[in-house]
């Protein structure tokens, strides 16, 4: 069964680095999603995207982060400089949008656990 | 604000014990409606969703979940719990039309064997 991965599984970054987080969605899905989860709260949705163009926003997605869909196959999180409070656990999702838009299942992927000392 | 509220957050049962697990959202317009699963090391799958018809939704693993629009609710049962029902339980919330998905704290289901 296709299934969205990310790298790296984990990453250690200095406070005020950049860090990307990388996806590769499952190949013939439109539409993909950041989310992230501190550890012990809940998932919270960041940003959605198709089309190359970021259809949806979070207040938490300020301009910190960045989306982007640079090769066709691997869709990206950046953030430019990161704060002890973006620790936590990102997952990248994606949704097949052949249907009826968005009335169709995500997929998650495994997550990347980011700690920022 | 749009918000999804999971009011149990540590839920510890026997096997065969029946399983209820609480999910209400605040959004006044039409919603869809999922139950994800989060097995420990592994990430998050979908149980079941409900987008519209029969309020009452089977999911796999034995899952069911009703939706009760006129209490903003979308409880998720289970008749019988195993040990490997031992997981993190997340509601999620979409409102219709839009791309964003409004995820519950989560509940921890610990199943004792």
């Known amino acids: 069964e296709p299934e969205v991965t990310q790298t790296p599984s984990h990453q250690v970054t200095q406070m005020g680095q950049e860090v990307i987080l990388r996806c590769v969605p499952i190949?013939?899905?439109?539409?993909f999603y950041w989310y992230r989860q501190i550890l012990g709260q809940k998932v919270e949705f960041l940003v959605s995207?198709?089309?190359?163009?970021?259809?949806?926003k979070s207040e938490i997605f300020d301009d910190q982060f960045s989306v982007e869909r640079p090769d066709g196959s691997n869709f990206t999180l950046k953030i430019r400089s990161t704060k002890l409070e973006d620790s936590a656990m990102y997952f990248c999702?994606?949704?097949?949008?052949?249907?009826?838009?968005?009335?169709?299942?995500?997929?998650f992927g495994p997550g990347t656990r980011l700690l920022v000392l | 604000a749009q918000s999804v509220s999971q009011h149990n957050h540590h839920v510890i049962l026997s096997e065969a014990a029946s399983l209820e697990l609480g999910c209400n959202y605040s959004?006044?317009?039409?919603?869809?409606l999922f139950w994800y699963v989060q097995y420990p090391g592994q990430h998050l799958q979908l149980l079941l969703k409900?987008?519209?018809?029969?309020?009452l939704v089977k999911g796999i693993k034995g899952f069911e979940a009703e939706f009760i629009k006129s209490k903003f609710s979308f409880n998720l049962r289970k008749p019988s719990v195993q040990w490997s029902d031992t997981a993190e339980y997340f509601c999620?919330?979409?409102?219709?039309?839009?791309?964003?998905?409004?995820f519950g704290t989560g509940t921890r289901l610990k199943v004792l064997a």
């Open positions: 999702a994606s949704l097949s949008g052949t249907r009826l838009r968005v009335r169709e299942t995500q997929y």
């Open positions: 190949s013939n899905h439109l539409y």
């Open positions: 995207f198709y089309n190359n163009e970021i259809s949806e």
């Open positions: 959004y006044g317009g039409t919603v869809n």
């Open positions: 409900y987008f519209s018809g029969d309020p």
């Open positions: 999620a919330v979409n409102p219709s039309g839009t791309y964003k998905y409004i």
